[in-house]
């Protein structure tokens, strides 16, 4: 089993967990229907598309940022999700808040068998300022983000030191430095221009084709990637191996949608099961 | 008159800086309008990491404005935690936008967060980038509206991230005069 955990930028939605089924414009998580779209909507859509239906769990709630629903869900990861056994947690879009995540995590720590534990957007932040990055397994950060986990000093990617210009150039420097300063989890997959997958501090795998660079401005591809990574991880590829072939796949499902910048993610996502039948042949 | 912001600058640092601390990145957001109205010269800035939860901003100001600056506070109704004085260089945000040339398309991008829009229409066509709550809730607020009719990432957002989002659509309006 793989749980999904992320909030849903929607007004008045409750705390809601249960399977995750995905339709042609919306997605059901435990029964209650949302629509789809760019964050944790399409994580757990491009997760959907390589699980059979009962292998997914989804936890969501409505937060458009004041942080009240991400209180709600890292009450129900202190509380709940022990008792559920997921062998994968996906975490992304959940306002910052180190001692909530620091309360949660003790009780995710202690789980027998531990999960593995994937962590993106909102969620990789706070993981990275409570200085419990390199006991995840696996983070998923653009090249703004992979700025902010090589500065030790920075709290937030927006306060990121110096390494705005030429950054492209810069990736295996920042790479190894978010090791260094244990800024990093055990496997980083750094999303841009070029994937770059990495494990304890080593570059293993560049991937750069099919290039498509109108995927940069689309939001939500970088959520794609994460979901499909970690559904690849719960059928049993390695940590690596999941990443370097989610990152293919996310790809070549953009060149599939043959898209512009003005492409919403929903277009991208229907593609997602053609693009990974080619990567995992 | 850049000299003279030198001399300014030079002058505060031997006077002393001070950090309005706040419990929410939107109550700082407001104080920075309130101050800003009220003419004093501020400066967004990460907080000390002891108040760091994760998403954070604080306003640093001239420690000599105290009174003035927590008078204007409460009289424009802006909630907050402390004043410190800062006792070492404060991490300031990221300042510099960069432009993407997509064709019909252009992207900016400040610090982690990215917004497209089409050159002929004014269209926001993609909002990309960041990873707290409200980027996906502002990315549904402004895509598809023109950009200077989108409501502002800094009325609707609460985060840090929705403060990035608001300079890179001020870089936007900016670079396609109205």
């Known amino acids: 089993m793989i749980l999904v955990v992320g909030t849903l930028p929607l007004e008045g939605v409750d705390l809601v967990w249960g399977r995750v089924e995905v339709q042609e414009k919306s997605i059901k998580i435990g029964g209650e229907e949302f629509p789809l779209g760019r964050g944790t909507a399409a994580m757990m859509a491009a997760c959907a598309m390589v699980l059979d239906g009962d292998q997914l769990y989804g936890v969501t709630v409505g937060d458009i940022g004041t942080g009240e629903g991400s209180v709600k869900l890292y009450r129900f990861l202190a509380e709940e999700v022990p008792k559920l056994s997921p062998a994968v947690i996906c975490f992304g879009y959940v306002m910052p808040n180190r001692t909530l995540h620091d309360a949660a995590f003790e ?175 | 008159m850049v000299l003279k912001g030198l001399f300014r600058r030079k002058r505060e640092e031997q006077r002393g800086r001070a950090l309005i601390i706040f419990q929410e990145v939107s109550q700082a957001i407001k104080a920075e309008k309130v101050l800003g109205e009220a003419g004093y010269e501020i400066r967004m800035v990460a907080p000390p990491p002891q108040f760091r939860k994760g998403c954070d901003l604080s306003v640093e100001f001239d420690l000599m404005e105290q009174l003035g600056v927590e008078r204007a506070l409460r009289q424009g109704g802006c909630e907050y935690l402390e004043v410190i004085p800062v006792s070492e260089e404060a991490l300031s945000p990221l300042e510099i936008c960069q432009r993407r040339d997509f064709g019909r398309w252009e992207m900016i991008k400040a610090a982690n967060m990215k917004i497209t829009y089409d050159k002929e229409t004014y269209q926001i066509v993609n909002v990309s980038g960041g990873g707290c709550p409200d980027v996906p809730y502002l990315a549904w607020q402004m895509v598809g509206r023109k950009l200077h009719d989108a409501p502002s990432p800094k009325d609707l957002g609460h985060t840090v991230c929705a403060y990035a989002l608001w300079r890179a659509w001020e870089e936007a309006k900016e670079g396609v005069g109205r």
């Open chain 1, 107 to 281: 009780a995710i720590q202690d789980m027998k068998p531990r999960p593995m534990l994937l962590a993106d957007a909102g969620f990789m932040y706070v993981v990275k300022m409570s200085g419990k990055a390199p006991q995840y397994d696996l983070f998923t950060p653009d090249l703004g983000e992979l700025a902010f986990l090589a500065d030790d000093k920075s709290p937030h990617p927006f306060y990121t030191r110096g390494f705005i210009f030429h950054m492209t150039e810069r990736v295996p420097e920042l790479i190894k430095g978010a090791y260094e300063t244990g800024g990093a989890a055990k496997v980083l997959l750094v999303k841009g221009e070029r994937d770059y997958v990495c494990e304890d501090g080593e570059i293993l795998e560049v991937i750069e084709e099919p290039k498509v660079p109108e995927l940069e401005p689309i939001g939500g591809t970088g959520d794609t990637i994460t979901g499909m990574t970690a559904a690849l991880i719960d059928q049993g590829f390695s940590l690596v191996d999941a990443a370097a072939r989610a990152a293919r796949a996310n790809r070549r499902a953009g060149e599939l949608a043959r898209p512009n910048p003005a492409t919403q993610i929903e277009e991208i996502i229907h593609h997602i099961p053609r693009a990974l039948e080619e990567v995992l042949k």
